[in-house]
Nanobody, 112 residues
Framework: QVQLVESGGGLVQPGGSLRLSCTAS?????IGWYRQGPGEERELVAS???????DYADSVKGRFTISRDNAKNTVYLQMDGLKPEDTAVYYCKGSGFSGHYWGQGTQVTVSS
């Protein structure tokens, strides 16, 4: 079993920045950030493996950066140039040989 704890959400104006953190209770191969807006399906935003291989949704390429500190079992999502359509609950998901695990989510609201 792996526990994941997200932090860093909040309210920000369009064009602003936020950094989300996801800390796992132990090392796990891949950690991804997903988001779910009102009335929408959950979608992948970005993911990173323990080797540092990354993947991004087209909608966030060039604005969001995912990074990882393996010593702290923590993954960061730096979000710049935020838009109102980025408003959602952001979840981190850990995936490895033992299975898949979700965090509780953190709300990100982009509004003036």
């Amino acid at each position: 079993q792996v526990q994941l704890v997200e932090s860093g959400g909040g309210l920000v104006q369009p064009g602003g920045s936020l950094r989300l953190s996801c800390t796992a209770s132990r090392n796990i191969f891949r950690i991804g950030w997903y988001r779910q807006g009102p009335g929408e399906e959950r979608e992948l935003v970005a993911s990173i493996t323990s080797y540092g291989s990354t993947d991004y949704a087209d909608s966030v390429k060039g604005r969001f950066t995912i990074s990882r500190d393996n010593a702290k079992n923590t993954v960061y999502l730096q979000m710049d140039g935020l838009k109102p359509e980025d408003t959602a609950v952001y979840y981190c998901k850990g995936s490895g040989f033992s299975g898949h695990y979700w965090g509780q989510g953190t709300q990100v609201t982009v509004s003036s």
